[in-house]
């Protein structure tokens, strides 16, 4: 499942939610791999007060959902849920969760990791951070 959202999230509330949900994995899920990536303060040496996240509506869901897909023909997994926010977000507050479930702690290493690593390197969001010196956008994500 993918949530693309402007919505501020809890993502530990966001996951129990989801997890009281699969009913049928019951017994099957041996490993769970969380991701949660949150705004930092600092990027590359500049002090970062808030900072506007933007996505092609549509299109970015449908990335993400690709890539899921991907990370489950690359390992064995049972399930795997992407929520990700746009908009304004402030320090600390949660931009991502990625979750995976498989029969095996490796399977499900490895997709959330390469759910994350694509979802941060690919997917269509464009991020404008706002310092004390204005804002600007960011060319390239880590």
Known sequence: MVIVSEKA??????????????????GQIGASAVFV????????????EAMTLE???GMTEKYLKLV??????KWQILDSFVQ??????????????VAVWSQHRDSA???????????????????????????HWVEKNT
Not at 39 to 46: D, E, L
Not at 68 to 73: D, I, K, L, M, P
Not at 85 to 96: A, H, K, S, T
């Open 68 to 73: 899921c897909s991907e990370a489950g023909e």
């Open 37 to 48: 990536g949150t705004m930092r303060t600092v990027n590359q040496g500049r002090t970062i």
């Open 55 to 57: 996505h092609y509506p």
């Open 9 to 26: 999230f809890q993502p530990w509330q966001v996951l129990a939610d989801y997890e009281s949900q699969r009913a049928g994995l019951q």
């Open 84 to 97: 990700h926010r746009y908009g304004r977000i402030l320090p600390d507050e949660p931009i991502v969760l």
């Open 109 to 135: 290493f490895k997709a959330c990791r390469y759910i994350i690593d694509e979802l941060k390197t690919r997917a269509p969001f464009w991020k404008q951070e706002q310092t004390g010196e204005g804002s």
